[in-house]
């Protein structure tokens, strides 16, 4: 294993504190088994609440999946487990290396003394055996890059689904089913730039999700995230094999009639997007907006009516598809026409209409659409809008470029729309604009640290220390204690004091407990308090004696 440095302050930095004490615990108890191993990867077992597959790379950093459900940031306990393994039992992996280094050198005897007879039956009776085997046989040496139909395909990505589904038919929440053997087979064809085989499999394993995705409990995005993938990769495979346009025609026509028909629904913007990517010549986008045309037709009557969320949807993306189609070739005259019947449909429209305006130099009309939409739509929904204004009023209205400024401040809390406010205001208007801003910020979850924030860039430490003193908040304390806890020592330590305990007491845990000492080493970088600070260790260390953990995170004081 010359190849992998083994250390177990690695595996910290890839984990929670959590994931890793219960990593050491399944490591501990002896659940983890090396099935396989390189010099620079191994697979693993772990015994959890069922098995799960850890796989490992391990070089110059740490790369590492695991087939369980874990989704909370960072690796798993299995992996840590794992990891801890590497490190602990270095004899066991040495084993397994020299088992699969022997049978290499076997497997190389092997080859140099059969002949091309007996390797022939072989081949040919593996073959028969595995489907998938074949599929790669047929891709590695194909001279025309013709592997199989899509149904056949889509057949074999099927039995996956069988394979993976309860009794009832249904793969249930957390079932994830490996696309991996497709995928790697497309990716053989586009290597040999065979790009329409490869385009085949993805389409296929997209068709195959979208048809499966009643079946399926995607409550974590797994099938969801997949289809996005191949539909993407399926356009790249098409835009690679460089196709004419009577070539792409039916494909376009086939993202097309698969975004009608809308299955599964909310994937529906991937044919979408996918159309946008394939159709760049004027002989695609015309055609594109030939088979959309009848549902224009149908639909355009819709924008003016009180309509569902999902009609309205529907509706909508045909208008951004024409819109889209017409920007593309130029049909100014079209695009405005449109535009000016539909532009209060949603704020996209709105945006899109008003910065078409502003290139082609109609400035006054591009600022007065987009406050049409400030005034029409709900604020949440106007950030691009505010942005889009906020540089026409730059150059041509003060008053109204510090007015969305402010209320850009207010609703993104962002600082640039803070500092260039002040940088263009007199002293007495910024003195009005702080106490607007302070007013604004009196109530809501942010309030109380912007008001901090706000009096420490006006360097109002006294206003600062006022806030975070009346918070009662641990974490505010420890988060200003080096701007401010120096001008008034005595309250900040009291009320640290004052909160350390109950946060204790709050709950258990290391996890909980690494908290509480990250506080009381914040307390003790207050000087002038060593006495007091020392009383408070030994009175804590007296009052939970039945907590060890707790006492032992301690020790480090």
Known sequence: ???????????????????????????????????????????????????????????????????????????CKHIVATYLALVQDEDVIEEILEVHEAEEARIGTLLNGATSKELRAFLCQELERSSELRSRFLATLSKSGKGKRLNDYKKEIGRLYIEASSRDGYVDYWTEIDFSSFEELAELYRSKEYFLEAARIYRALSEAIAENMDYVDDSNGYYDDNFTRFIDTFVECMLDAKQDFDQKKEYIKYLFEKYTEGEPDYCEDNYYDGLKNLCITEEDLKYWQELLEPYVQEELPGILVDVGWSKRHRVGSYISMQLHILSKLGENESFYELMERCYNFN???????????????????AIGIAEDG??????????????????????????????????MFHQDRSWKH?????????????????GDMLDHFSQGP?????????????????EAL??????NSLSTLKQYQRELAGLSPAEYFQIYKKLIVPFIDGK??????????????????????GAEFEELIRALKAKYPRRPAFIEEMNIL
């Open 1 to 75: 294993m010359e190849t992998i440095k083994l250390d177990i302050n690695r595996i910290r930095k890839f984990c929670t504190e959590s994931s890793f004490e219960r990593g050491e615990r399944y490591f501990e108890e002896g659940r983890v088994e090396i099935t396989d191993a390189t010099p620079s990867s191994v697979v693993a077992t772990v015994k959890g609440t069922e098995n799960y597959r850890v796989e490992m790379q391990i070089d110059d950093t740490i790369r590492a999946s695991c087939s369980c459900p874990y989704d909370w940031g960072g690796y």
């Open 347 to 365: 704020e996209n429209f709105c945006l899109m209409y008003a910065e078409q305006l502003k290139k082609d130099g109609e400035i006054e009309r």
């Open 374 to 407: 400030l005034e029409i739509f709900s604020n949440l929904s106007t950030r691009a809008l505010r942005k889009f204004l906020s540089d026409l009023y730059r150059k041509s209205d003060t008053k109204k470029y510090k007015e969305n400024l402010l209320f």
């Open 418 to 434: 803070y500092e260039t406010l002040k940088s263009i205001s007199s002293d007495e208007e910024w003195k009005s604009l702080f």
């Open 446 to 462: 942010f309030g109380r640290d912007m008001r901090i924030k706000m009096f420490l860039r006006e360097k109002m430490y006294d």
């Open 466 to 471: 006022r806030e975070v003193l009346e918070a």
């Open 508 to 529: 258990t845990g290391r996890s909980h407990y690494r908290e509480a000492i990250s506080y009381l080493k914040m307390m003790r970088e207050i000087e002038g308090f």
